[in-house]
């Protein structure tokens, strides 16, 4: 899911920064994208609206 939210930021000229409105604080923001923190279904459903795909891919695995 982490490669996925990458490639998407990539594919659109995103910087970390533009996730902000999407999943929270520059702290949450370089936590999820560090790995160190897991995707909510709150963020991911942010995420699935913002790049029009199922919410499911950015959670972790198991978490559905």
């Not at 533009?18 to 790995?35: A, C, F, R, W, Y």
């Amino acid at each position: 899911h982490l490669e996925l939210i990458k490639l998407k930021m990539a594919e659109s000229g995103m910087r970390a920064k533009d996730l902000e409105p999407l999943i929270g604080t520059k702290g949450h923001v370089s936590s999820v994208l560090s790995g160190k923190r897991e995707i909510t279904l709150k963020m991911a459903q942010r995420l699935r609206d913002y790049f029009q795909l199922p919410a499911e891919l950015f959670l972790p695995a198991g978490s559905k």
